[in-house]
């Protein structure tokens, strides 16, 4: 299974509004998806800081800040193709 991992922080508002938009979609394009705060990670925050959320596909970096579903829905369908 693919697993979307979201990069975030406590208290974010962009990384809650990203992850609402993954589990919008997450039952129509089977994925799981993995939530890690980056803090109290030195180095999380450290190669992070204040970009978060980022997001990886199965490891891969495909954004931060903000979900576009439909940049979202490219990059797993192509990230599928591929594997």
């Given at each position: 299974m693919t697993v979307v991992t979201v990069y975030s922080r406590k208290?974010?508002?962009l990384?809650?509004?990203?992850?609402?938009s993954l589990e919008s979609v997450n039952a129509e394009l089977?994925?799981?998806?993995?939530k890690i705060y980056i803090d109290g990670d030195s180095e999380l925050t450290n190669k992070y800081g204040e970009q978060v959320p980022v997001i990886h596909i199965d490891g891969l970096h495909?954004?931060?800040?903000?979900?576009?579903?439909?940049?979202?829905?490219?990059?797993l369908e192509k990230h599928r193709r591929h594997q």
């Open positions: 208290n974010c508002h990384c809650d509004v990203a992850i609402e089977d994925f799981a998806i993995e495909h954004d931060i800040f903000r979900v576009d579903l439909e940049r979202f829905r490219s990059s």
